[in-house]
């Protein structure tokens, strides 16, 4: 129980620092280059360094991703960003190649090394060959069921790690790896630049009737035959420890500081309740947090069994929508910085680290300069508004939308 890890995502500074307050064990984040995800805004070296500063500083491990799959011309810079890396005291490199496998074991050797889910590991052979190799870690492809995974379990060294993904949107490719957004856009995804054609509408069309399109769906919203639904395996934690896994890792380093600091504060809350007492249920609060945070319908994915038949149409389901967030409380003045409008006359779900939610009515308002007002319509502007009860800074306060 006590080596249990939940590891969460950090696509730019402000998600790192929202994972890392709300309870994170592990972060794992991505460099300028060699990392699968374009979309977000990494980090840069001086960024780098201090977001592992701030993560050691309050007890939380930093994994660094290096798991595309470089070409010929990118492998010339590669040893000088592993030798960065492992200066700046990360504690781990998620790699999926076996020449930067090679790279990292020379140019960071300090560094543990974890074997990304992009490595496609579904039997036991290939896990302890990574491990033969140095791999301290691997994550495992999410093509798996519970009942494989104790198999990948039960026939490898006790000190090789399993990793599992237990939350976040889920694409329909092997193990991660797809051409169809290359084929299609020219957009590589195994290079962390995929345009999600799995996510568009389709339809059906004849080639002697060329411009006319025939819906393959009996729903009214059309056909959208790859678009998976998103895994949550938030009451199912106690099954997954009992195949092997030891890391739970929730997807979405191109998702924002909100969605990092949701995901991170309710899981922290399910897995602390399920090592304080292992029969006991996951906290309700902390269940109705993840519906709080924009998603696709959820799914348990193949881990109990083949999924049932995923697609499911385009949209979000989105129940609340961030409001502010809390910069400062001091005699019963909460000032914000605004994300999206609100009104005088609302109430705000308010949440912030350790524990569930709470409701602050927004009686008054008034500008930076204190002046009162009834709305904040504009981007990132300061709003202060009386609150009887402490707010932590960096709380999140959301606007319920039903």
Not at 121 to 135: I, K, S, T
Not at 179 to 191: H, I
Not at 265 to 288: F, V
Not at 294 to 317: A, D, I, M, N
Request: aromatic share 8%.
């Amino acid at each position: 129980m006590e080596n249990l890890e939940l590891l969460c995502p950090a696509g730019d500074a402000e998600a790192l620092r929202a994972a890392v307050d709300f309870g994170a064990d592990a972060v794992y984040l991505a460099g300028q280059a060699y990392g699968m995800r374009t979309a977000s805004k990494n980090f840069d070296e001086a960024g780098l360094r201090e977001a592992i500063r701030y993560a050691h500083q309050r007890g939380v491990k930093v994994h660094v991703t290096c798991n595309t799959l470089p070409r010929n011309g990118e492998l010339d810079q590669l040893p000088a960003f592993l030798e960065l890396v492992a200066d700046a005291g990360a504690d781990a490199l998620i790699v999926a190649d076996l020449g930067v496998l090679s790279l990292a074991k020379r140019y960071a050797p300090g560094v543990a090394l974890h074997a990304s889910v992009q490595a496609g590991v579904v039997n036991y052979e290939a896990a302890r060959a990574l491990y033969e190799l140095g791999v301290q870690r691997v994550v495992l492809a999410r093509e798996l069921t519970l009942e494989e995974i104790a198999g990948i379990r039960a026939k490898t060294p006790r000190e090789l790690e399993l990793e599992a993904f237990i939350h976040g949107a889920v694409c329909i490719s092997e193990s991660g790896r797809c051409l169809l957004s290359s084929y299609m856009t020219g957009r590589d995804a195994a290079r962390g630049d995929c345009a999600q054609p799995c996510r568009w509408r389709y339809a059906l069309m004849e080639e002697k009737r060329p411009g006319q399109f025939f819906s393959i769906a009996e729903e009214g919203a059309g056909a959208y035959i790859l678009n998976s639904k998103d895994l949550c395996m938030a009451e199912h934690l106690p099954k997954l420890t009992a195949a092997g896994v030891t890391s739970f890792k929730i997807e979405g380093r191109a998702k924002s500081s909100y969605y990092a600091a949701v995901t991170a504060g309710a899981y922290r809350a399910i897995l602390d309740a399920y090592i304080k007492d292992p029969a006991a249920p996951p906290p309700s609060w902390a269940l109705e947090e993840l519906q709080k945070i924009s998603h696709r319908p959820y799914s348990t994915g193949f881990y109990l069994g083949k999924p049932e038949q995923e697609t499911v149409s385009g949209g979000y389901q989105r129940s609340y929508q961030l409001a502010a967030v809390a910069v400062d409380w001091r005699e019963g003045m909460l000032t914000l910085r605004q994300r999206n409008k609100f009104i005088k006359g609302e109430t705000l779900d308010c949440l912030e680290p350790g524990g569930p939610s709470f409701l602050i009515p927004v009686q008054e308002m008034y500008d930076e300069q204190g002046g009162p007002i009834d709305a904040a319509p504009h981007a990132e502007m300061t709003v202060r508004i009386p609150c009887s009860r402490p707010v932590k800074p960096g709380a999140f306060l959301r606007r319920n939308l039903k």
